[in-house]
């Protein structure tokens, strides 16, 4: 008898481990698993608080230093100077020319210069500067060795991109949406024309051969939207879908065509940004996932307590497609956090395209990575 007893509670036992180790597993199997970035990105370089980095190409990075402490001056006159890191030869290497030039009285931007973009032979630097009473941004321009510098008053761009090495072309937002093409090297050469122009729309068929559609990722606002919408428009309509977008008396371009891209369940888009070749968006997301099976063990025991999974993740999506790719992802904590804690140290900062629209970057724990958008590389 005792032998028999003995049996089943061996039994009994042996269901009871079983069951526990089935919903253990379970457990496992339902919690989503853990992509860190830190194990899938590459480290570059430590970054001080002090410091703007700037990708000037998929190995070169500008390096803004601000002598000041930790924050650009937004009422002061900026001193700090400018250097050139690689990333292969992890050299950093000071650009005296332009270091100079930034710190004379006529030049020196109040608050940062941002926007920063490399002409095509990285002979040319071009940004955005704010140092008119209105606080208006108006584009500056210098060449990296010091040699030159230049800006363009109050005329209100709205898109431009590099023609060459020497000359920039903006397309303003007048009532006919004049093309500017401005001589970086000698303003006199400055040419204006009418958008209807042979002159203009052959300078914007260069372009359109180059890039024949311009993505807007569009949330109306709203970053707690389940779905995104891709529109893709015509290069040409490019400024005028802008200023629609802006200015909503105007009547804006037809997209070519729209994607609807849909975000993980529980994801808060904090950011989006089109890759520069136009095939890639990637995704900042803060996601709170609750476990279905654990919710359901707090209903039949109360006090079984599992905390949600909080996490900061990077995600993609190609631009003709409505499937997101997951690259990584950061832990947060479950308590105390929001979507919005810009002043938390640990959140992931800084996440953008590299240049070649193939690899992402952000900075972590004062660390610059990169990331692959590439699966499986």
């Known amino acids: 008898?005792?032998?028999?007893?003995?049996?089943?509670?061996?039994?009994?036992?042996?269901?009871?481990?079983?069951?526990?180790?089935?919903?253990?597993?379970v457990l496992w199997r339902e919690w989503p698993r853990e992509l860190l970035l830190t194990e899938v990105a590459r480290?570059?370089?430590?970054?001080?608080?002090?410091?703007?980095?700037?990708?000037?190409?998929?190995?070169?990075?500008l390096v803004m230093s601000v002598d000041r402490e930790g924050r650009w001056p937004l009422l002061n006159t900026w001193q700090g100077h400018a250097d050139l890191f690689d990333r292969k030869t992890?050299?950093?290497?000071?650009?005296?020319?332009?270091?100079?030039?930034?710190?004379?009285?006529?030049?020196?931007?109040?608050?940062?210069?941002?926007?920063?973009?490399?002409?095509?032979?990285?002979?040319?630097?071009?940004?955005?500067?704010?140092r008119t009473p209105d606080n208006y941004p108006f584009p500056a321009a210098a060449h990296l060795d010091g040699t030159h510098y230049r800006e363009w008053g109050m005329d209100k761009s709205e898109e431009s991109f590099f023609l060459d090495d020497r000359h920039f072309v903006q397309e303003t937002g007048d009532a006919d949406f004049s093309i500017l093409v401005r001589d970086l090297q000698d303003a006199r050469?400055?040419?204006?024309?009418?958008?209807?122009?042979?002159?203009?729309?052959?300078?914007?068929?260069?372009?359109t051969a180059r890039q024949p559609y311009y993505l807007f990722a569009d949330r109306s606002g709203d970053e707690t939207k389940a779905s995104l919408e891709l529109d893709a428009y015509r290069t040409e309509d490019t400024l005028p879908a802008l200023f629609a977008y802006r200015y909503p008396q105007r009547k804006p371009p037809v997209p070519h065509h729209t994607t609807l891209v849909r975000l993980p369940v529980g994801a808060v888009l904090l950011n989006s940004e089109v890759s520069p070749q136009q095939g890639r968006v990637l995704y900042h997301l803060y996601i709170v996932r609750e476990n279905s099976l654990a919710a359901l063990l707090k209903r039949v025991s109360p006090k079984f307590v599992v905390k949600p999974a909080v996490t900061e993740e990077i995600w993609f999506s190609r631009a003709n497609e409505t499937q997101m790719h997951k690259i990584g992802e950061i832990l947060r904590p479950s308590d105390g956090y929001t979507a919005s804690d810009a002043e938390d140290p640990n959140q992931l900062r800084n996440v953008e395209w590299l240049p070649d629209g193939k690899q992402i970057s952000f900075i972590y724990h004062g660390m610059l990575y990169i990331v692959s958008a590439e699966p499986g590389q």
Request: proline share 8%; charged share 20%.
């Open 1 to 25: 008898m005792k032998r028999v007893t003995r049996k089943r509670r061996s039994l009994r036992t042996g269901i009871g481990l079983t069951a526990f180790a089935l919903v253990v597993a």
């Open 90 to 130: 992890h050299l950093r290497t000071l650009l005296p020319g332009l270091t100079t030039l930034l710190h004379r009285s006529d030049v020196s931007p109040q608050g940062a210069p941002s926007s920063f973009e490399l002409s095509p032979g990285h002979t040319w630097l071009i940004w955005t500067n704010y």
């Open 43 to 61: 480290p570059v370089v430590n970054v001080e608080p002090h410091e703007s980095w700037y990708w000037l190409s998929d190995d070169q990075l």
């Open 189 to 207: 050469n400055d040419k204006r024309y009418p958008r209807t122009a042979p002159q203009a729309k052959a300078l914007l068929a260069s372009q």
